[in-house]
């Protein structure tokens, strides 16, 4: 007799079956992570958000014992990283870092074909910067003032760069066009890096850039800093006003990187990675490599919900910006 065939021998096979895979399911978690990590970037490799991932990856490869392989998938205002993610295995092994504009700012420019806050789900925000505005040391620019002035005298001929469009570099050039009465053009690149290139190479005259990128050539000479969008002074800048104090008190913001997930990722995976996260933002080395970066470490006691509360006010706050300025993408 082939007892399996009778409908209650096969219930019992469905049942075990079901208790076998999720038992095997709940080890694949105790043991997470039990191979490499993947996080994708959406910006050029060499950017700050590049950045951040390595030095991030590193502290967590040395308390997890997994390497975190970094992948660096820019253009397209984040799509490319997200589509990868997304088509991804949703066991805790893929998740994405990129500056929050990624869900605040990018979505009024690129057309996505699903709703971020519904498809991703934040972990934490691992650091903040302010941005800073930067020229060719070479142009005859030494403050704010000479610049309006500089750009005044030169109508229709001046462009500032961003590192994408939509973000908040975009946006910030934006404003500082309406809030000074310019005319600057926009020119939007695929990252930091070609666009500091064809800075520092004349072909565009400013730009709102992250400091990570931008510290080092300023230090080094190559770019000079204007204005900063912090509410106070930066140490590693302390002789750079910033935009409030030189008149421009409606510029100040701050800039934060994040990492995300998908909501279907087991919950316990999630939890470990936001914990191996924050682990990795209190060492030594990782709060040094920000500050070399010109940045801070993100809020260890903000939970993910107040997270997500966050960016869901800050994309709202994008939005009436961009349309107090008439922004169509």
């Known amino acids: 007799m082939h007892t399996l065939s009778t409908p209650l021998s096969r219930r019992a096979c469905v049942v075990a079956l079901g208790a076998l895979l999720a ?81 605040t700012e990018n979505p009024y420019s690129y057309k996505y074909r699903i709703d971020l806050f519904k498809d991703l789900t934040p972990l934490a925000e691992v650091a903040s910067v302010a941005l800073v505005l930067v020229t060719n040391s070479q142009l005859p620019v030494r403050n704010l003032g000479e610049m309006v002035s500089y750009v005044k005298a030169n109508p229709g001929k001046i462009s500032y760069a961003s590192y994408s469009p939509g973000t908040l570099s975009h946006i910030k050039g934006m404003q500082f066009n309406k809030a000074a009465g310019l005319d600057m053009e926009h020119a939007g690149y695929k990252g930091s890096p070609p666009a500091l290139q064809d800075l520092m190479g004349g072909q565009v005259q400013f730009m709102f850039d992250g400091m990570g990128t931008s510290l080092p050539m300023i230090k080094a000479g190559k770019l000079r800093a ?56 209190a060492t030594p080395d990782v709060k040094d490599q920000l500050q070399v970066l010109g940045m801070q470490a993100g809020d260890p006691t903000q939970s993910v919900a107040d997270l997500d509360k966050q960016l869901r006010r800050d994309n709202e706050r994008t939005g009436q910006i961009l349309r107090s300025i008439n922004y169509t993408p």
């Open 23 to 103: 038992g095997a399911g709940a080890q694949a978690q105790s043991d997470w992570p039990s191979h490499p990590i993947r996080l994708l970037v959406p910006a050029p490799a060499g950017g700050a958000s590049d950045m951040i991932a390595r030095t991030l990856g590193e502290s967590i490869r040395k308390s997890t014992g997994q390497t975190v392989v970094v992948e660096n998938k820019p253009g397209a205002g984040g799509i490319i990283a997200v589509d990868s993610l997304l088509s991804a295995p949703r066991d805790g092994y893929t998740f994405i870092l990129s500056p929050n504009s990624l869900v």
């Open 226 to 281: 204007l204005a900063v969008t912090s509410a106070e002074r930066l140490p590693f800048l302390p002789d750079v006003p910033t935009l409030a104090e030189q008149g421009y008190t409606g510029l100040t913001q701050t800039m934060g990187t994040g990492v995300w997930s998908t909501p279907d990722v087991p919950s316990d995976v999630r939890r470990k990675f936001r914990e191996a996260l924050l682990k990795a933002m």
